[in-house]
């Protein structure tokens, strides 16, 4: 079973900036659609951004936009959650999901189209 690893959380202040990565437990594991959702306590889990299986396409929420940035490492395999300017309301646990099928072009933003989760990394934003 493939999991997803991901690092990169902590403890910031307000404006500061976080790198989350999400790496699959397997090399072979190559091809997937990755999505970012984060969810804070006593909230639904939420979408925060996603890239297409073909690496083309990205997407934020409407929340992060102009601040976080997703994108991919083809090289080392990993996918990257670049978050500027953190405000406290960013304070949540965040996920990485994978999802092999469906098409190279999509972004996926529900957390039922996703196969692989990572286990979460916590990031906490103090004002």
């Known amino acids: 079973q493939v999991q997803l690893v991901e690092s990169g959380g902590g403890l910031v202040q307000a404006g500061g900036s976080l790198r989350l990565s999400c790496a699959p437990s397997e090399r072979t594991f190559m091809t997937y659609a990755m999505g970012w959702f984060r969810q804070a306590p006593g909230k639904e889990r939420e979408f925060v951004a996603g890239?297409?299986?073909?690496?083309?396409?990205?997407d934020v929420a409407d929340s992060v936009k102009g601040r976080f940035t997703i994108s991919r490492d083809t090289a080392k395999n990993t996918g990257i959650l670049l978050m500027n300017s953190l405000k406290p309301e960013d304070t949540a646990v965040y996920y990485c999901?994978?999802?092999?099928?469906?098409?190279?072009?999509?972004?996926?933003?529900?957390?039922?189209?996703?196969?692989?989760w990572g286990q979460g990394t916590h990031v906490t934003v103090s004002s």
């Open positions: 890239i297409s299986k073909s690496g083309v396409r990205t």
């Open positions: 999901a994978a999802k092999v099928s469906g098409l190279s072009s999509t972004i996926y933003s529900n957390t039922l189209n996703y196969d692989y």
